[in-house]
């Protein structure tokens, strides 16, 4: 079936919560594990239809956030989601406190158990309003933030669409580009200003309703943080300032000579060549055809997926009016397949899409296959991350496909980009460290906090006076600070084994790409830190670590200069 034929029906409320009573009953009156295990089973078959009409109906809602159909059943369903997590805490809860919790233990292991009580802390029926209200404040950033139409050039242009121009080789049309970008984001500055006001409000209270002291605390609980905390991360942050920013300034620098300047401007940051960025050398049509032929000969199990993903038609990857901004694979539970969403632009982005979000998709299909339960398939996202952007690397024997004469360029610039995120994404988590520890700061007190952060991050950036960026609200750009608190540097700690992994496929691909795979059908069974380390991975976590993992990525960048 594909994706335009699943049926979509709007969860009866009244029914589902019944199905649930009736399950928290049997294990309730559990006699032997066998019955414990028989509601557990129902359970999941539960959240199973559930999800899988939500996820149908948030996949059509972000392809066109002006379908009004659509916008209403994700409304409807956003208001749902916390009710029915009453219910499934309410199940978790006797599932934690069964007596024959050892023996679900044995069977399962004990990580699924410690994620339920991670959930539990993190969960109370007093915050469902709460809940209710975040969800839609999130729809809220998306539609307006998806409801751009910028002029440019006698067009109307999508932030997505506009970012081309952004790597121009006229700096003058880089310039055009970066402010009228800038311009739309100033116009609907006390808008934007007002969602993060109230989102940051909203998750404070639901801390507070909880008895976190704020929301740092319960952002990594819902983060499933289960091996780490603040502390191991603001190690990490440390490490990544003191051993990967001076190698960034490096790269910026040497950037800056390959295409002629002294200095680099902001307008100058994503333009990396003289004679222009490497682009995909295709029509999107011709880009996915190269996606399944790089895919049916990596592997046998790929192919077995790309199949799937070609003849369910489970891709949406063009930009057009409308759309929610950036790209995302997700579940749908009730067809045992992915769904790969993106802004295809005409850049290189478009490629990191086939590699990036079909890492997280290959990782589903083989977790759907090869591990029960469903809440066991994912483990918590920096692994997710790593089953991605380590795919980034992986394929490199087939960019070709892609590039052509252009391929060194790309991988060139891909190596590099790798580096310069990581930083990035620090300030990123940085930065909501700081707003949800000090939930009081004004919006521009937001906002010079951004750009102290800069200093210290990307101290080669120059805004040089960009409308938007230069006043320090480059952050509201960011969709995962409104909608994934504290998602971001989950990246940042994946790229490490991404690069480990890469480092790796340089010297022994087969290796490389055993290792990767006995990783992926590890699915959630471990923490991240246990992952790393049944990889043979170093862990971000420890001491030197940071520095131990980019020398040799330096290294390379030094030999493969163009």
């Known amino acids: 079936m594909k994706f335009s034929e699943m049926p979509y029906e709007r969860p009866n409320k009244e029914k589902i919560l019944q199905k649930m009573d009736d399950a928290i009953k049997l294990l309730q009156k559990a006699e032997v594990s066998g019955d414990a295990v028989r509601a557990m089973k129902e359970m999941e078959q539960i959240v199973v239809d559930v999800d899988t009409m939500g996820t149908i109906c948030h996949v059509r809602n972000t392809v066109d956030t002006t379908d009004a159909f659509y916008e209403a059943e994700r409304k409807y369903n956003d208001e749902l989601s916390p009710v029915l997590s009453e219910k499934l805490q ?175 401007k902001m307008i100058d940051d994503l333009f990396a060549f003289p004679d222009g960025n490497a682009i995909p050398q295709g029509t999107p049509d011709e880009l996915l055809a190269a996606g399944k032929k790089m895919y049916e000969e990596m592997s046998p199990e790929t192919a077995a997926f790309i199949d799937q993903m070609f003849e369910m038609d489970l891709f949406d990857v063009l930009a057009k009016e409308g759309k929610a901004p950036g790209g995302y694979c997700t579940t749908i539970l009730g067809y045992n397949c992915p769904f790969i969403f993106s802004n295809f632009n005409g850049t290189s982005g478009d490629v990191d899409v086939l590699t990036h979000e079909a890492g997280h998709a290959f990782a589903s299909y083989i977790a759907s296959r090869e591990i029960e339960p469903i809440d066991l398939r994912n483990p918590s996202m920096e692994g997710c991350e790593t089953h991605s952007m380590s795919m980034e690397f992986l394929t490199a024997p087939w960019h070709h496909l892609f590039f052509k004469e252009q391929t060194a360029k790309y991988e060139l610039s891909h190596a590099e980009d790798a580096l310069i995120f990581i930083p990035y994404g620090c300030m990123v988590d940085h930065f909501q460290e700081i707003v949800y520890s000090h939930p009081e700061l004004t919006p521009q007190q937001r906002n010079e906090e951004w750009l102290r952060l800069e200093k210290i991050y990307r101290p080669y950036m120059d805004h040089d006076g960009l409308p938007f960026y230069g006043r320090g609200a480059g952050w509201q750009r960011q969709l995962h600070i409104y909608l994934y608190p504290f998602y971001y540097v989950d990246y940042c700690l994946a790229q490490t084994a991404a690069l480990q992994i890469w480092m790796e496929a340089l010297e022994n691909r087969e290796k490389a790409w055993k290792k990767y795979f006995d990783l992926v059908k590890l699915g959630g069974t471990k923490t991240f830190v246990d992952l790393m380390e049944s990889a043979g991975l170093q862990s971000p976590f420890e001491d030197g670590s940071i520095k131990k993992i980019v020398e040799p990525v330096r290294k390379w960048l030094n030999e493969n200069q163009l």
């Open 90 to 264: 309410a199940f978790n809860k006797e599932l934690l406190e069964s007596r024959f919790r050892p023996e679900l233990e044995k069977k399962y292991g004990k990580l699924l158990f410690s994620n339920m009580e991670l959930d539990q802390r993190g969960f109370s029926p007093e915050i469902i309003p709460l809940m209710q209200e975040e969800n839609l404040l999130e729809a809220e950033y998306q539609k307006l933030y998806a409801s751009a139409k910028i002029p440019f050039e006698g067009k109307e242009l999508t932030i997505a669409q506009l970012h081309p121009y952004k790597q121009n080789p006229d700096r003058a049309v880089r310039k055009a580009a970066w402010e009228a970008e800038g311009t739309f984001f100033d116009e609907n500055r006390e808008k934007f200003d007002e969602i993060f006001d109230k989102l940051v409000k909203n998750r404070t209270e639901q801390a507070k309703k909880l008895g976190f002291h704020d929301f740092v605390e319960l952002g990594y609980i819902r983060r499933q943080r289960n091996c780490y905390g603040p502390k191991e991360v603001a190690r990490f942050r440390q490490q990544v300032v003191e051993d990967l920013v001076p190698v960034d300034v490096e790269i910026k620098e040497r950037q800056a000579k390959r295409i002629g300047l002294t200095k680099l």
